[in-house]
Nanobody
Framework: QVQLVESGGGLVQAGGSLRLSCAAS????????MGWYRQAPGKQRELVAT???????NYADSVKGRFTISRDNAKNTVNLQMNSLKAEDTAVYYC???????????????WGQGTQVTVSS
């Protein structure tokens, strides 16, 4: 069974930085893409950043230039360096992985339980 575990959330002042990490464990054949999504109270979950196993990245416009996503394919780990944080970045951040547990199946999405990021203004 696949599990994703996030770490690194916390409370930080506006303008500060945090680094989130996520590790996927379990029976994994291959990972197509990993990334981060976030959900603020009363809002829908939204994409923050994703990265493929080949290193292609995608960022939400709201975080471009401030956040950097990276990965370690050997460890099935993804990180999110968040700089110049703003109050509007406050949300629960969820790790996501699109992966296969067996070669001849479709890849599917797995989700972590989330980690709280709170930015005080």
């Amino acid at each position: 069974q696949v599990q994703l575990v996030e770490s690194g959330g916390g409370l930080v002042q506006a303008g500060g930085s945090l680094r989130l990490s996520c590790a996927a464990s379990g029976i994994i054949f291959s990972v197509n893409r990993m990334g981060w999504y976030r959900q603020a109270p009363g809002k829908q979950r939204e994409l923050v950043a994703t990265i493929t196993s080949g290193g292609s990245t995608n960022y939400a416009d709201s975080v471009k230039g401030r956040f950097t996503i990276s990965r370690d394919n050997a460890k099935n780990t993804v990180n999110l360096q968040m700089n110049s944080l703003k109050a509007e970045d406050t949300a629960v951040y969820y790790c996501n992985a699109d992966l296969k547990t067996y070669r001849y199946t479709l890849s599917i999405d797995y989700w972590g339980q989330g980690t709280q990021v709170t930015v005080s203004s």
